[in-house]
């Protein structure tokens, strides 16, 4: 394993209205909002806004090999299907 793949990137992840389908909130052409280090709530309030409240989210790191996996894009009408959530294939 290379030490790239070892460095992991904190995402905001998301659970619509706690489904249990928790995955990463990017935009429709899969770019996710992630730091180096955790997101506070503050910056996590400013990217989704007032739909945080149904989202569940949470900053979560994930390797370049873990972020990859989430491939299937799941549109949020809540933000015009312009953003949505990235999930792992089942």
């Keep these: 394993m290379s030490e790239d793949e070892l ?29 180096s280090r955790e997101h506070t709530w503050e910056e996590i309030l400013e990217v989704l806004g007032p739909f945080a409240v149904i989202l569940n989210p949470k900053s979560e790191p994930f390797t370049e090999e873990e972020f990859k996996k989430q491939r299937r894009w799941i549109p949020l009408a809540e933000y015009k299907h312009q953003y949505g959530i990235a999930v792992g294939v089942d």
Excluded: E
């Design 7 to 35: 460095v992991k990137h904190y995402f905001i992840t998301v659970d619509w209205c706690n489904k249990g389908k928790r995955g990463i909130f990017c935009n429709k052409k899969g770019t996710g909002f992630w730091k």
